[in-house]
């Protein structure tokens, strides 16, 4: 029997023969991923042959990481650094690996690092962890309601057992019940080590719901109830944390800022508090800072992190002041930075590679060393951004910067 090639299996998808997105029963992934980009380009305008231009075997993404899979995009990765890092979890020199199209960004970085270097290099801490799932469950009124919440303060090692019999990196740190009416929120927080964790805590969090159902009146609704919160823009999460809140922070003596940033501590520390933070308060905005999500999107891509949960990675607030011998002081505190080193799409080559280039790559010695070290790392990316973005708006840059670089 001839093997199957893209064109046969594309006529027999059309033919009713094959579905779509089963090809790979038939067929390696490559050539199941070139069959689709065939019927794929009968509704495009023009080929789609640029996106089977990839450097990885599909059979790597099939299955743990997409579905229909009809290649690959390629987004340029630069760096910015090194820069000196003085961490918990990561401390020395390192490159930050960083994948945008938006040009003068990964310029912007580089020049923060520059200065954090010429400061003597930045602090970073890892400062609370926790990956959280919150079922919501229905009970019968508030005094059922109550009951359950009494229950669950009574029994949370009984919960940590059950949900710890899931998996062998995973811990319960504990259980938030929140109570709206007939609702009742579990909000289950782990320590995920260097998993970013949600396929973990999903799992292990619907053996608890389990126990939950068998031993009380209360009805299991939504393994996710939106309190947990995840991949939407929600103050629990700036406030209580959720993945790793992570703080970095940088003191720049006064020529330095007026030397290579071509501005001053005072214009920096007003530009902070008037943008930053009144800006932010008027805009009703949950991150209070200047393009925090910059760094974070592009070391997400860089290294396989989650993207929709940059939502979350951007939650962060910049302060900057003047000190008492007139240097500049600036920090970032991120709460609720969710990454991993290992799982998810950490492990697909150029992704890979990426955490290599951190030295972060896979499980740490101990658990969770490399997740704290990722977090460090992409908090004092976006320290160095905030720092040489806040010093464009001060010497007026920011346009000409993107007329030069960005078009
Ligand atoms: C563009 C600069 C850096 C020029 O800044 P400069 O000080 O005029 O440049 P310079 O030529 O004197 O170089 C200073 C340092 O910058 C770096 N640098 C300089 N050029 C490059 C380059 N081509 N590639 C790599 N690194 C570069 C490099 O570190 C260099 O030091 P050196 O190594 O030469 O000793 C500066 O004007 C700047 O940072 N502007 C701000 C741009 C920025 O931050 N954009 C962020 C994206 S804006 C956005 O997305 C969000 C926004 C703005 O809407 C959010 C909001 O509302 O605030
Ligand atoms: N399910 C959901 O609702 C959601 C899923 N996601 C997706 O979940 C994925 C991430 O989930 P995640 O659970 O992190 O990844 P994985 O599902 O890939 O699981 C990672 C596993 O790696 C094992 N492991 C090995 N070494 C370590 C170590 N040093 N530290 C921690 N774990 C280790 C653990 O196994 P063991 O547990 O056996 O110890 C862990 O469960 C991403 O693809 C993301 O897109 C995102 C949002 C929601």
Same mark, same amino acid.
């Given at each position: 029997?001839? =093997? ?19 090809? =790979? ?9 070139? &069959? ?5 380009? =009968?509704?495009?305008? @023009? ?19 997409? =579905? +229909?899979?009809? @290649?690959?995009? #390629?987004?340029?990765?630069? *760096? ?20 945008? !199209?938006?040009? &003068?960004?990964?310029?912007s970085i580089n020049r923060g690092c520059s200065v954090v270097n010429d400061a003597g $290099?930045a !602090? ?5 962890? $926790? ?10 009124? /508030? ?5 359950? *919440? ?19 990196? @995973? ?9 709206? $009416? ?9 320590? !995920?080590?260097?998993?970013? $964790? ?21 009805? %299991? /609704? ?25 703080a970095a922070d940088v003191e720049v003596p006064r020529e330095i800022v007026e030397e290579r940033l071509h501005t001053t501590p005072e214009s920096i520390a007003e530009i902070n508090t008037r943008k930053n933070l009144v800006g932010s ?6 991150g209070f800072n200047a393009h925090v999500?910059n760094a *974070? ?7 396989? #992190?989650?993207?929709?949960? *940059?939502?979350?990675?951007? +939650?962060a607030i910049t302060t900057a002041e003047t000190t008492p011998e007139g240097d500049l002081y600036v920090s970032v505190s %991120? ?15 150029? #992704?890979?590679?990426? %955490? ?10 101990? &658990? ?12 004092v990316g976006a320290l160095a951004g905030e720092l040489s973005l806040l010093a464009a708006l001060g010497s007026r840059h920011l346009s000409s910067a993107?007329?030069? %670089?960005?078009?």
């Amino acid at each position: 029997m001839t =093997e199957p090639t893209p064109a046969s299996l594309a006529d027999r998808v059309r033919d009713g023969d094959v579905r779509f997105h089963e090809l =790979e029963e038939h067929v390696d992934a490559d050539t199941a991923a070139a &069959a689709r980009r065939l019927l794929v380009a =009968e509704s495009a305008d @023009g080929d789609v042959d640029a996106l089977g231009e990839y450097a990885f075997d599909a059979a790597d993404a099939h299955g743990s990481n997409i =579905e +229909n899979m009809i @290649g690959a995009v #390629q987004v340029p990765m630069g *760096v910015a650094g090194p820069v000196s890092i003085d961490g918990g979890a990561l401390s020395g020199d390192r490159y930050l690996p960083m994948a945008t !199209t938006e040009g &003068a960004l990964v310029a912007s970085i580089n020049r923060g690092c520059s200065v954090v270097n010429d400061a003597g $290099g930045a !602090t970073a801490r890892v400062t609370k962890t $926790g990956m959280t799932r919150a079922p919501v469950f229905r009970v019968g009124d /508030v005094a059922e309601a109550e009951a359950l *919440v009494a229950w669950v303060r009574d029994n949370e090692a009984t919960l940590r057992e059950v949900a710890e019999s899931t998996t062998s990196h @995973g811990e319960l740190l504990d259980v938030t019940p929140y109570v709206v $009416g007939n609702n009742v929120f579990l909000r289950f927080r782990y320590d !995920t080590k260097d998993a970013m $964790g949600m396929n973990m805590v999903t799992i292990a969090t619907r053996e608890a719901c389990d126990a939950i159902e068998d031993e009380t009146d209360a009805s %299991l /609704v939504a393994l996710s109830g939106n309190l947990c919160s995840d991949k939407k823009p929600a103050a629990v999460n700036a406030v209580e944390g959720r993945g790793r809140s992570v703080a970095a922070d940088v003191e720049v003596p006064r020529e330095i800022v007026e030397e290579r940033l071509h501005t001053t501590p005072e214009s920096i520390a007003e530009i902070n508090t008037r943008k930053n933070l009144v800006g932010s308060a008027k805009a009703g905005a949950l991150g209070f800072n200047a393009h925090v999500a910059n760094a *974070v999107a592009a070391m997400f891509l860089a290294t396989g #992190q989650d993207e929709a949960q *940059v939502v979350e990675g951007a +939650n962060a607030i910049t302060t900057a002041e003047t000190t008492p011998e007139g240097d500049l002081y600036v920090s970032v505190s %991120l709460a609720s930075l969710e990454v991993g080193t290992v799982g998810g799409g950490t492990g697909l080559p150029t #992704q890979a590679a990426g %955490l290599d280039v951190l030295g972060v790559r896979g499980g740490g010695d101990p &658990a969770g060393s490399n997740g704290d070290a990722l977090a460090e790392a992409i908090a004092v990316g976006a320290l160095a951004g905030e720092l040489s973005l806040l010093a464009a708006l001060g010497s007026r840059h920011l346009s000409s910067a993107h007329a030069d %670089l960005g078009r």
